[in-house]
């Protein structure tokens, strides 16, 4: 078993990355495997290396050991670039010069599982007019879905102790793989990475449920391994509502500053006991 846990440089983390991580840490030390770090860090205007040091000096506060240097997706484009290229080389993806105000002023968008879903305004623009506005105007690149799910057919993927689940990928869209200020969206990295990384199990937040199904679909497309995923409950503050980074009392660094113990509070997560006003749901 190969577990790992990736966060983001964008702000302290907090009790519901430890939850996350201490279970990806705990399956992989129960079955004698290894596990791994991933610095999510390809969003180059939020990213901060204070926040890498930070991240890394929490999981070990935790008593968190992995294996290796961390990765960095942000030493992985041309990775990236490459699938993006076999994806375009297939006709499987088209440049969309929508901006976000654009598809919510549409009234023909949808709602998926992340709110509005595209609808398809750049679809068929013609292979004329797409060069012309791409040597012009800034783009993204979008996945032409149902294309690539004519391609694959049905999909499923298996949920740890639920059996197999079916995927529906379209219920998201055309989504974006990649954009002028980021060369890989969340969806396209982290596919690719935990593929690369050798990744067999990721344990992770079941508010990630909903992507497993698009990560699926671009793992047929790319004849990528498909690893056993695990969703947990979310970690709740005293208010019902899931914690974010901007919710400082959470963070493991506050509670470091507090006086907590990292491996006491690694102990109580691992065993689902949470501090005081803190609670776990699912979504």
Not at 32 to 43: E, T
Not at 56 to 71: R, S, T
Not at 76 to 94: E, F, I, K, S, W
Not at 98 to 114: E, V
Request: proline content about 6%; aromatic content about 6%.
């Amino acid at each position: 078993m190969l577990t790992r846990f990736a966060p983001s440089p964008t702000g302290d983390l907090h009790l519901g990355h430890a939850y996350s991580a201490v279970l990806a840490h705990s399956a992989a030390r129960a079955a004698g495997g290894q596990f791994l770090i991933r610095i999510d860090d390809i969003d180059g205007s939020r990213s901060r290396e204070a926040y890498v040091g930070a991240s890394l000096a929490d999981l070990a506060w935790l008593g968190l050991a992995w294996e290796g240097d961390p990765v960095r997706q942000s030493a992985r484009l041309g990775d990236y670039a490459a699938a993006l290229d076999t994806l375009r080389a297939r006709d499987l993806v088209y440049p969309c010069f929508c901006t976000r105000a654009d598809i919510a002023a549409s009234l023909s968008a949808p709602h998926g599982p992340s709110g509005a879903v595209y609808p398809g305004t750049c679809r068929d623009l013609t292979p004329a007019e797409r060069e012309r506005r791409i040597a012009a105007e800034p783009h993204c690149w979008r996945l032409d879905t149902a294309q690539a799910l004519a391609v694959v057919g049905d999909l499923g993927w298996a949920e740890q102790g639920q059996g197999m689940r079916p995927a529906d990928p379209l219920a998201h869209g055309d989504i974006v793989l990649a954009r002028k200020d980021a060369p890989a969206s969340y969806h396209l990295a982290s596919t690719l990475d935990d593929a690369n990384m050798g990744v067999t199990h990721v344990i992770r937040g079941a508010d990630l449920i909903a992507s497993t199904d698009v990560h699926r679909l671009l793992q047929a497309l790319l004849d990528l391994p498909t690893p056993v995923y695990r969703h947990h409950p979310l970690v709740c503050g005293p208010d019902g509502q899931r914690l974010a980074k901007r919710d400082a009392a959470a963070s493991l660094a506050s509670l470091r500053a507090s006086g907590v113990a990292g491996e006491t509070l690694a102990i109580n997560l691992r065993a689902g006991r949470l501090p005081t006003g803190y609670s776990l749901q699912m979504p």
